[in-house]
């Protein structure tokens, strides 16, 4: 089956840090590959996302490369501010699912301090 | 161009109760999901529906049941309610059944069973 994982938070940064959030998968298939962002209080919205390998995914001053030959996706971010903290999930879906069910990470929090 | 909507916001019910949550999906979607998300995890995959079918279940026993209706809204139920439950409930909506396709998140209904 498909499954994703994601490093454990809470990852705290200070402003302008360097953010790296690690994402590794396995699945059956060859999975369309996601990122998705949970602000407090709201539902999850797409950040980015790559199809093929060696696609990279951008958004916002975030990214993420499919990497097939490390079964991996992380998410990174050059220069972080405040307003993005959040929670973020790492997320598959593969052309063999029965529609397009999304598998997540168990999600990682990111607390950005001034 | 709408987004999705979910009601209500909050609910409170007591073990063994029935529920009803509903989603409606953005303008021009023909394609809903529900997931479950407990507290501190990703969300879960309930199952699909694709032009008012069952397009794909994940792992939740029967008492979890859903409708699409003719306009592309929806209805998750929940019956006899466990304390296990307890969770936020997203819905999605997307304009087809790829994994190409994006899905649109609702800000979720938030269960609590006591």
């Known amino acids: 089956g498909n499954s994703v994982t994601q490093m454990e938070g809470p990852v705290t940064l200070s402003e302008e840090a360097f953010l790296t959030i690690n994402c590794t998968y396995t699945?059956?298939?060859?999975?369309?590959l996601f990122w998705y962002v949970q602000y407090p209080g709201e539902g999850l919205q797409l950040l980015l996302k790559a199809t093929k390998a060696d696609d990279k995914g951008s958004n916002k001053g975030f990214e993420a490369t499919y990497r097939k030959e490390t079964t991996s996706f992380h998410l990174e971010k050059g220069s972080v501010q405040v307003s993005d903290s959040a929670v973020y999930f790492c997320?598959?879906?593969?052309?063999?699912?029965?529609?397009?069910?999304?598998?997540f990470g168990g999600g990682t929090r990111l607390m950005v301090k001034p | 161009e709408t987004g999705v909507t979910q009601s209500p916001t909050h609910l409170i019910k007591t073990r063994g109760q029935q529920v009803t949550l509903r989603c409606s999906s953005q303008s021009g979607h023909n394609t809903v999901s529900w997931y479950q998300q407990a507290l501190g995890q990703g969300p879960q995959f309930i199952f699909q529906y694709y032009r008012e079918e069952e397009n794909g279940r994940g792992n939740f026993p029967p008492r979890f049941s859903g409708l699409q209706f003719p306009n592309y809204s929806s209805e998750l139920n929940v019956n006899a309610l466990e304390l296990d439950d307890s969770a936020l409930y997203l819905c999605?909506?997307?304009?087809?059944?790829?994994?190409?396709?994006?899905?649109?998140f609702g800000p979720g209904t938030r269960l609590t069973v006591l």
């Open positions: 699945a059956t298939g060859y999975p369309s």
């Open positions: 997320a598959l879906t593969t052309s063999n699912n029965a529609g397009n069910m999304l598998t």
């Open positions: 999605a909506s997307g304009s087809g059944t790829s994994d190409y396709n994006e899905q649109f």
